[in-house]
């Protein structure tokens, strides 16, 4: 999350009048962009991984963890580092050095929405050069180290996707009083977010928009001695401080669910992004539709967020905690009220799955597509008026059915076609699974595709082999072209899947059983053989036939040749095998490429745990846990403990063994 | 009469024999490929349905081959020359010379294949040639986990003659003798980087003291790549070879294999008569075949790491 500049906020009464005009003028600026940079071609692959710590503070005298919220002295030590910034690295916003051509850069410091957070991406993009994929997972440990490097020595960053105990009593230091005027939290102070007046304005003006504070209930785990029904007792239904204290009263907190009540729920999550640049940016449109009906798997492959605030919650992943921390919309659009003053019903959050198919592909049948996608009619004339084709115009269309959240007064003045900031108002708080980037103005990027589902892993050993195995899927989609494609909706409903608890050993996800493409390569690269183009297209059936539900390990691994159909699918790692195998790559990279690639097989097929199992399974087996649900300080303390242990040592000395294996 | 098969592009679409052999080893992708590319050429799908015994009648091997010269072309063959600017790719081929075949004839059969891959991919040179000898394969246990792998279908009885029947490796000197060819093309600019497969140090000392020209590859199979021994790793670093990993099966395309996908049986494509068949009035050639050579060639585009076009040419002497 980049800042982005200072200004004068408007409150959300006062945004919401100049909402059309941000967007209006945002449509703009995308069309000249577009305009532009539609024709860019030849853009290498590039790539960047972002990796996103929380930074733990530990009491060992009173065997307490608390979250540090110093991320502003950590950034500011990082920028003063001379040694980093001689060497390319240090805090892009702040202060860093030149990015080094040949030779190695120092990674680079982000600010993040929680001041308990830092996030840090390399120095420079990689390559696709086998070597550059080697040198990630060093350059993840290098990171940690520096990182550490900057903080007070109790201080750690672990990579943990949530606090075990964020929102409960003392679990922040410095200590804030609750109840602050920007997120109204009854649990976490407004000094929970990052002071960069951007993050409590948009934590404040979701709320306003909203009409209350956000409600995130997650359904508890019930364990034997869980009081049932559960009522979360941490809730206070006695506060008078703020309108929104009546929230609670009006039922906000469901029983059997443990429940939040702000931003930092959610957006204080770490996650494992993955940037990619495409060739074109037709290509950039065939990744993000490829990739779009990966994120569910990956999701429910990557679960490593089974506890909220002190509680073993009954989900694994964090996917749908972010999705309503964010959730801006008012009664009238969730449906509770009847349309009188907003425009629409929104059946999702400005957080939430994709909604659309954006690439122009034969193989994209319209029965994919949501019948019911909502757009802004005027926004998508606009676009096709400026000459942009219907499924792109279709995308924005839908992006910009939101409101600007912040809005900077000085911004208003005039418009600036040079700019992508109004454009980027919108793009960048619609935060779907996937993210279709078009390059910025004035620059020699390329378009750009971000995958965002998965969840941060504790080592950077898995970072790294998450993160490596995307990039090779990429590769193999393009290389094979494959096909992925399903309904939209049923990409939506895998994303449900992906949140039951152990999803990877007992959910079933809808998955297309063929990948190989029945047409020929899309025009542009066109490398369509003889005997493909002389070959009759093949009649497409009922899309109901051309996927199924399939389990995790299937779509990784690959579905046994057991059945008599012979449309088996391969599994994703085969045909990552399979493209490694067409590809000159030397012997110590394939190897190390084998590691990887064996860690991501044996979490598919139940061998190793996700970091949720082995939590839960951390939390269940420690003595102090009554099997009541309960995850108390001493837990927690032991847990993050654990974690950095675990990241030190992985799973060498036979903690976390269960994750990773016996690692050499 | 010389018979040459081709695959064209096996990466976009993939036919659907394809499909389940793709991932195993080249020799199955080289054979489905082969059959695939023959059934798309065939205006009726031959393999369609064998559950009651009797066999669709395949059209004449005339209506989907070319004759051009002295040579068959199974199938009809149309290069796909490269989209992006030459320099854009890295081409790498790799020749597999076959096992029982005389030596001498490489000079032209190497020529002769380079030449094929070029005119495919509308390149004028390569950036690596690999060139494989018979019967070399990198340590004793190799070919006893080869015979591990669950045989798999359509060729799977010639699964083992696919690893075993390929005779002993040839001697340093034969070899030399081979790589001359090889220098001489590397000095006329048709290629850039020579390679071998399948040697390990004690050969390569022998074979690396009389090359003008130096490999730049040595290629290894993916299943021994993380126990390459010590030695060997050493030795090549310093001699600046790069290892490098590949998943091919030593001899690539046995007589019987190749008999098969041509014959008339239900896995062939019906250009070669049954023995004693006397035909059912589809006309079809008659001979033993002897597989010369088989050349499998990759373009990738360097800086995306895409996988552009791959595909093979076989070919086969068809002798009365």
Redesign the interface.
């Known amino acids: 999350m980049g800042l982005l500049a200072l200004g004068t906020p408007l409150e959300w009464p006062e945004a919401k009048k100049v909402a059309g005009q941000v967007r209006s003028w945002g449509i703009e600026q995308l069309l000249a962009i577009w305009q532009n940079a539609k024709g860019k071609e030849?853009d290498?692959?590039l790539w960047g991984d972002e990796i996103e710590y929380l930074v733990v503070c530990y009491d060992e005298e009173n065997r307490k963890v608390r979250l540090s919220l110093r991320q502003a002295d950590i950034l500011e030590a990082l920028a003063n580092d001379e040694k980093l910034i001689a060497e390319g690295g240090g805090v892009p916003e702040v202060q860093r050095g030149p990015v080094k051509e040949a030779e190695i850069t120092a990674p680079v410091f982000h600010p993040e929405f929680g001041r308990f957070m830092l996030e840090a991406t390399p120095g420079k993009p990689w390559?696709?050069g086998f070597k550059d994929l080697l040198s990630v997972e060093p350059d993840m440990k290098w990171r940690r180290t520096i990182a550490k490097d900057h903080m007070a020595k109790e201080e750690y960053p672990i990579t943990l996707t949530t606090f075990p105990r964020l929102g409960s009593p003392d679990c922040i230091v410095p200590s804030y009083p609750v109840s602050g005027p920007k997120l109204r939290s009854q649990f976490v102070p407004d000094e929970i977010a990052n002071p960069h007046i951007r993050f409590p304005t948009l934590a404040a003006n979701i709320r306003w928009r909203r009409g209350r504070k956000v409600e995130l209930n997650v359904p508890i785990f019930k364990d034997e001695k869980t009081q049932w029904p559960f009522k979360d007792p941490t809730v206070n239904y006695d506060l008078h401080q703020w309108p929104e204290d009546d929230d609670v009263r009006n039922g906000a907190a469901k029983e059997n669910h443990i429940y939040m009540d702000a931003m930092a729920f959610g957006m204080g999550s770490c996650c494992l992004q993955i940037t990619f640049q495409a060739?074109n940016i037709e290509e950039g449109r065939k990744m993000y539709d490829q990739l779009s009906p990966l994120g569910p798997i990956l999701l429910a492959l990557t679960a490593a967020t089974p506890i909220y605030k002190g509680f073993l919650a009954d989900t694994d992943v964090r996917w749908n905690q972010i999705s309503r921390a964010v959730d801006d919309r008012t009664p009238e659009e969730l449906g509770e009220k009847p349309l009188e003053h907003d425009r629409w019903r929104l059946p999702k959050s400005r957080y939430a799955s994709n909604s659309t198919y954006i690439s122009q592909d034969a193989r994209l049948r319209p029965e994919y597509l949501d019948p019911d996608l909502v757009i802004d009619k005027d926004i998508k004339q606009r676009l096709i008026d400026g000459g942009m084709d219907d499924l792109l115009a279709t995308h924005f269309a839908h992006l910009f059915i939101r409101d600007p959240i912040v809005v900077f007064a000085e911004d208003l003045q005039d418009l600036d076609l040079s700019k992508a900031d109004h454009f980027e108002n919108l793009q960048s708080t619609n935060w779907q699974h996937m993210r279709f980037k078009p390059p910025p103005p004035g620059s020699d990027m390329g378009w750009r595709v971000e995958f965002r589902p998965m969840e941060i892993q504790i080592t950077d050993f898995e970072n790294a082999a998450f993160s490596i195995f995307i990039v090779l899927i990429t590769?193999a989609i393009?290389?094979?072209?494959l096909n992925f494609y399903i309904p939209i909706a049923r990409v939506s409903e895998n994303m449900e899947t992906a949140h039951v608890r152990d999803a990877v050993s007992t959910q079933k996800f809808w998955f297309r059983k063929?990948p190989?493409?029945?047409?020929?390569?899309s025009s542009g690269?066109?490398?369509?053989?003889?005997?493909?183009t002389?070959?009759p297209a093949t009649p497409s059936g009922p899309v109901e036939d051309e996927y199924e539900q399939m389990t995790i390990n299937e779509v990784i691994n690959g579905q046994t040749?057991s059945s008599s159909s012979?449309?088996?699918f391969?599994g994703l790692i085969?045909?990552v095998?399979?493209?490694?195998?067409?590809?000159?790559?030397?012997?110590?990279t394939?190897?190390e490429l084998?590691r990887y690639l064996d860690l991501i097989r044996k979490r598919a097929d139940g061998t190793y745990w996700t970091a949720a199992k082995w939590v839960r399974e951390f939390v269940k087996g420690h003595e102090k846990y009554q099997g009541d649900s309960v995850v108390g300080d001493d837990i927690c303390y032991d847990l993050v403990k654990a974690a950095e242990r675990i990241t030190k040592n992985e799973g060498r000395d036979g903690l976390g063994k269960e994750m990773l294996g016996r690692r050499r | 009469m010389k018979l040459i098969l081709s695959t064209s592009n096996i990466m976009s679409g993939g036919p659907s024999v394809i499909r389940r052999h793709i991932f195993e080893k080249s020799n199955i992708e080289l054979t489905s490929s082969l059959l695939a590319n023959c059934t798309a050429h065939q205006s009726t799908p031959p393999i369609s349905n064998t559950t009651n015994g009797t066999l669709p009648s395949k059209p004449s091997y005339k209506s989907w081959t070319t004759q051009q010269d002295s040579a068959l072309w199974i199938p009809t063959h149309i290069a796909s020359p490269l989209v992006e600017p030459r320099e854009a790719y890295d081409i790498t081929v790799k020749l597999f010379y076959l096992p029982n075949i005389p030596a001498d004839r490489r000079c032209v059969q190497t020529r002769e294949a380079i030449d094929l891959v070029l005119k495919e991919l509308g390149a004028s040179s390569i950036d690596l040639l690999i060139v494989s000898f018979p019967g070399m394969s990198f340590d004793a246990d190799d070919e006893e986990s080869d015979l591990d792998d669950p045989p798999s279908a359509p060729m799977s009885e010639n699964d083992n003659e696919a690893d075993a029947g390929d005779g002993a490796p040839e001697d340093i000197d034969t070899m030399l003798t081979t790589w001359r060819t090889l220098e001489t093309l590397h000095s006329e600019g048709l290629v850039s980087k020579l390679g071998i497969a399948e040697f390990n140090v004690t050969k390569l000392e022998k074979f690396l003291s009389q090359t003008k020209v130096k490999p730049s590859v040595n290629q290894i199979n993916v299943r021994d790549c993380c126990v390459v021994p010590k030695p060997l790793i050493l030795y090549a670093k310093q001699q600046q070879i790069e290892l490098l990993t590949h998943n091919d099966c030593t001899n690539v395309l046995p007589p019987g294999t190749l008999r098969e996908i041509l014959g008339s049986g239900d896995k062939g494509v019906g250009v070669l008569a049954r023995e004693g068949e006397t035909g059912d009035g589809v006309e079809k050639l008659k001979g033993d075949v002897e597989p010369q050579w088989v050349v499998k060639y990759t373009a990738v585009v360097k800086d995306r790491g895409v996988v552009e076009s791959k595909g093979y040419f076989a070919v086969a002497e068809l002798r009365d």
């Open positions: 030849r290498a692959l390559g696709i060739k590769r393009l290389s094979f072209n063929d190989f493409s029945s047409h020929s390569r690269t066109g490398t369509s053989t003889p005997a493909e002389s070959r040749s012979s449309s088996n391969p085969p045909l095998e399979s493209y490694l195998n067409s590809m000159n790559v030397d012997v110590e394939r190897c084998a």
